[in-house]
């Protein structure tokens, strides 16, 4: 079955810098892979998705995400971090039918 | 309405009870999830509903777990003799038919098994 593994379970940035989080997939099949955000009390929103289309994604409130097969990753980037950015990030992915989420890496953005 | 609602939002019950959770997915929906939230484990996927196909029940984690769907709708989540480790935040979420298309979260349900 597919899986994903996110390396790094917390991250921290300051306000400004570049936010990188890492997500490496293993698949059969080539996959569709998504990131998703949780807020703090909130539920999970998608953020952006990667479906066979263009490598480079882009998504909701700056991030971006790039599909890099011979690497097996789909990192998640954002060149300036805004404190509103700290949340809780999920990489996903899917062979067309469930989707299975990695361990997540939770963003602390310091001011 | 117009997201998944999940209900309780809030379950405390006593170990060894049983308990049922509710999802009701996004009218139209055919895909149904059921993942579990805990504290450092990310989302553990539960099951899988998909039409009128049978279900992956790949991710529950014992037998005393089990879920149904009816009509292809609502979803119940029932676990059997709860144990303390139970607790977590059990999440539903639905999907178009389409693969790659985007999974709609409900709040979740909060169970604290004492």
């Known amino acids: 079955a597919q899986s994903v593994t996110q390396l790094g379970s917390h991250v921290s940035v300051s306000e400004g810098a570049l936010v990188l989080l890492r997500c490496n997939y293993s698949?059969?099949?080539?996959?569709?892979l998504f990131w998703y955000v949780q807020y703090p009390n909130q539920g999970l929103q998608l953020l952006l998705k990667y479906t066979s289309a263009a490598t480079l994604v882009k998504g909701i409130n700056g991030f971006e995400a790039e599909f890099k097969k011979s690497e097996t990753s789909f990192h998640l980037t954002k060149p300036s971090a805004h404190m509103s950015d700290a949340a809780e990030y999920f990489c996903?992915?899917?062979?067309?039918?469930?989707?299975?989420f990695g361990a997540g890496t939770r963003l602390t953005v310091k001011p | 309405g117009a997201g998944v609602s999940q209900s309780p939002s809030n379950k405390v019950t006593e170990k060894g009870k049983d308990v049922e959770l509710r999802c009701d997915p996004i009218s139209g929906h055919t895909a149904l999830y059921w993942y579990r939230q805990s504290l450092g484990q990310g989302l553990e996927f539960l099951i899988y509903?998909?039409?009128?196909?049978?279900?992956?029940k790949s991710g529950l984690p014992s037998d005393r777990f089990s879920a149904e769907r009816t009509g292809g709708s609502v979803s119940t989540l029932t676990i059997q003799r709860t144990q303390q480790e139970d607790s977590a935040v059990y999440l539903c979420a639905s999907s178009s038919v389409s693969p790659t298309g985007e999974l709609f979260f409900g709040e979740g349900s909060r169970l604290t098994v004492l």
């Open positions: 698949s059969s099949v080539p996959p569709y």
């Open positions: 509903f998909q039409g009128n196909s049978a279900p992956d």
């Open positions: 996903a992915v899917s062979e067309g039918d469930d989707m299975r």
